[in-house]
């Protein structure tokens, strides 16, 4: 019998590469309080937020040999580990992403988990 690693393995991300790609610009869609860990991260909020732009060159799906799609208009969460609970902002309000916290950033069967420390809206 082999011996089943997945529970033990996780990868990290390439934050800052991500926040480049997307020029660090999304659309707040939702939040909900995050309890945080004792003793490592402080309480906070996780964000559901929108990709308004991607630049990375995703490439060619070598099966079909089409171009792949970006990450545009996707969601994904982002937990801000900011010790509040809730923050004021509203649906379709523009947010950056601030000081990512990369010893707490994975990637794990598939799911994102980034973490950050702050979230400001963006100015145009």
Known sequence: MAIKFSPYTRTQVLVDQFLKDTENIYEFVSQRPYAGKPGKLPEGVILTLKIVKDNHDHGVDP???LQRENNEEENFEAYVC???K????MKKDLVKLVNP???HC???NYSPILRFESVEKYKK
């Open 63 to 65: 099966a079909t040999g």
């Open 82 to 84: 900011c010790g509040q």
């Open 86 to 89: 809730h923050l004021s902002l």
């Open 101 to 103: 916290i990369q010893e």
């Open 106 to 108: 994975w990637y794990i």
